[in-house]
């Protein structure tokens, strides 16, 4: 499950994700981080589903930290997309590739919401939600 | 591959085939499958057409015009559709419109392929004129709407379009550039290629055994014609090109696309499909080369010189390009295309039913196009400014050890912002500015070795102001150390050296 962490500037300075990974020992993947002195955004994956989940979200809520789910993060208008792969290679998570007849497919289990395929597209067929 | 060869069929004999309703017409995938099945010799008996096809960005592409006279009339000077210029070089009132003309109001998001895709689509288009006025044409001003069909030509006619192949493109630099060859990662991070390969129209005939002026062709979805090679048509080195026309009126939206390339610029993506002959075995060959018989080199963009000077850093084949993987040196890169193959293959597909439903026929040349080409590049006969007739050559440098007070007095001295830190041995190890400096002083550093900037950027003494101006100017700073190919620093050139040398000349980054 891919999960949008946001801290606020009275925890931003504190190891929050070390801590939880120390305590569960989940293999917890950063996926995208901007941090600084005020605010930090991290995108993680976590490993893991159900109530489980739900227990390792809420130690984040306690320690301060603002939780997403990231759900469905990007559109593609298969009426303006012509599938020409322009987006493919910049994908920095191969969540883009094509499928059997040549058609664009998009994982979106993979997709850390970057941006860089959107400015890739030549038609603008794929917006971020 | 050699040219001529006894004829099994004549271009007559497959349009007489097409009436009846029993040519056997093949896509260029067909005619791989089955040359690798029952071999060349079979595949030529067998088959009499070869459809092909092709979907890009052709930026050579455009249309020409005429909007009908108003009352009372207007000798337009100046025109736009949907704010994007056309050449108005012409009569009264008829224009170009080009696939890259930039709309004056959405830059790099609008442009003339763009209006070209939204005519074709039937859309209202903004139409605005200027004049000075003349006694038979007195009116200085228009603005008003128009569709295609407000039109009395719309004529596709684009001097280059469908290159027989396309380097590839990758970049070894550490930031992310943006190319017409698309999004280009740091560090060979990715690498991007065009054109169809084994479905490519040229690739099919390579000898021009078949194409040549009056070839009729599938353009933008409808009926389209060769008119002869394309600028920059290079056939001896694989790189034809042709000259096209077609009446847009009768195209069709979903193969001709209006695109934008990120922080490069716009353009029209052309679908192209060319029927071939199968008039020879030499023809039915090439009709039957399949992608990994078809070379292509990746170039390193990242080098800003033109295309052909760009380094090679590897030779592929489309087969590879197309896996979703290549290797530069002894690294795995990840590759896709900008053309698309799925539109490539459609085209193949919609010209071949054209063709077996009796809706097309297939042309003789009135003329062969050229085999052979120059391709030359640009000599500039003034001189130009380079680095080395801007940079300053006295450069105050200092040593890595030297203390922090007494680098800012040097500084403060010589009323310089730059200072170029070299080791014992002359060669630039790292810089520090006058504002590095101020820092480490309010912050209590004492030697330069703890401030300086280590990883430098830097000019050469035979780079083009252009390339280094814009160099500065994407890093956000205002100064660079010039070294030679032993990295000793000969000179430094900053903005101010810049800016001094070229007031009154018009300089572009």
């Known amino acids: 499950m891919r999960v949008r962490l946001i801290y606020s500037p009275e925890v931003v300075e504190k190891p929050v994700l070390a801590e939880i990974i120390a305590k569960t020992g989940l293999l917890i993947n950063i996926l995208e981080a901007k941090v600084n002195a005020q605010k ?52 920095p998570t191969r969540a883009l590739r094509f499928g059997p007849d040549w058609t664009l497919e998009f994982d979106e289990e993979k997709c850390v919401a970057c941006r860089t395929c959107v400015n890739a597209c030549p038609v603008k067929a794929i917006t971020l939600l | 591959m050699k040219r001529s060869q006894r004829e099994i069929r004549s271009v007559e004999e497959i349009n007489e085939k097409i009436k009846r309703g029993d040519a056997v017409v093949l896509t260029a995938e067909e005619m791989i499958k089955l040359a690798d099945s029952s071999g060349i010799k079979v595949a030529a008996k067998e088959v009499d057409v070869v459809t092909t096809g092709t979907f890009g960005a052709m930026c050579s592409s455009g249309v020409f015009l005429n909007f009908g006279h108003s009352d009372p009339p207007i000798k337009m ?16 009132v008829d224009g170009y419109l080009g696939a890259t003309a930039l709309s004056e109001t959405q830059g790099f998001e609008y442009g003339g392929g763009h209006v070209i895709e939204d005519l074709v689509s039937g859309k209202e288009i903004e139409l605005r004129a200027e004049s000075y006025g003349t006694d038979c044409y007195p009116r200085r001003h228009i603005e008003t709407v128009i569709t295609i069909d407000d039109l009395n ?81 290079s056939p001896q080195s694989g790189f034809g090109t042709l000259m096209v026309r077609g009446d847009l009126k009768k195209m069709n939206s979903r193969y001709l696309r209006g695109a934008s390339f990120y922080r490069y610029g716009v353009t029209l993506y052309v679908g ?58 002894d690294k795995e890169v990840p590759s896709s295309s900008l053309s ?93 500015t006058s504002w590095d400096l101020a820092k480490a002083i309010a912050n209590d550093r004492n030697v330069l070795s703890e401030i300086m900037t280590r990883k430098v950027i830097t000019a050469r003494e035979d780079e083009s102001i252009d390339v280094v101006a814009r160099r500065m100017a994407q890093h956000n700073i205002s100064g660079l150390p010039v070294i030679d190919e032993a990295k000793q620093v000969s000179g430094i050139i900053t903005t101010d050296d810049i800016s001094r040398r070229l007031v009154g000349r018009r300089l572009t980054i």
């Open chain 2, 272 to 329: 192209v499909g060319i029927p071939i002959p199968i008039i020879n075995e030499n023809v039915a060959s090439t009709a039957a080369l399949r992608d990994d018989q078809i070379t292509v080199n990746i170039r390193d963009y990242g080098v800003p010189s033109r295309p052909d000077l760009r380094p090679i850093v590897s030779r592929v084949t489309y087969a590879d390009l197309r896996s979703g993987k290549v290797t530069i040196g």
């Open chain 2, 77 to 92: 000077t100046k025109c736009w559709l949907n704010d994007v210029p056309l050449y108005k070089g012409l009569a009264a």
């Open chain 2, 153 to 233: 030509q719309a004529i596709l006619v684009n001097p280059r379009n469908c290159y027989q192949k396309y380097d590839a493109a990758t970049n070894s630099t550490d930031r992310v550039i943006y190319t017409y060859m698309g999004t280009l990662l740091p560090n060979y991070g990715n690498v991007s290629f065009s054109g169809a390969g084994q479905l490519n129209p040229l690739c099919k005939d390579w000898n021009y055994e078949t194409i040549g002026i009056g070839t009729r062709i599938f353009l933008g979805g409808g009926v389209g014609y060769i008119i002869g090679e394309g600028t920059q048509h």
């Open chain 1, 40 to 91: 930090g955004e991290l995108v993680v994956s976590i490993p893991s589903t159900g109530k489980r989940l739900e227990e390792i979200l809420a130690m984040f809520r306690e320690a301060g930290v603002r939780v997403q789910k990231v759900t469905k993060v990007l559109q593609i208008d298969y009426d303006r997309c012509t599938s020409c792969g322009a987006c493919i290679s910049p994908c």
């Open chain 2, 340 to 432: 698309s193959y799925k539109m490539a293959r459609e085209i193949s597909e919609v010209l071949k039913k054209w063709i077996l439903e009796g809706r097309f026929f297939l042309t003789k040349p009135v003329e062969p196009l050229p085999r052979r080409r120059e391709f030359k590049p640009l000599r500039i006969r003034r001189k130009e400014l380079r680095v080395r007739d801007v940079m300053r050559r006295e450069v105050i440098t200092a040593k890595p050890d030297d203390e922090v007070k007494e680098v800012a007095r040097k500084l403060v001295a010589k009323g310089i912002d730059h200072l170029p830190v070299i080791d014992r041995d002359g060669r630039l190890i790292g810089i520090v």
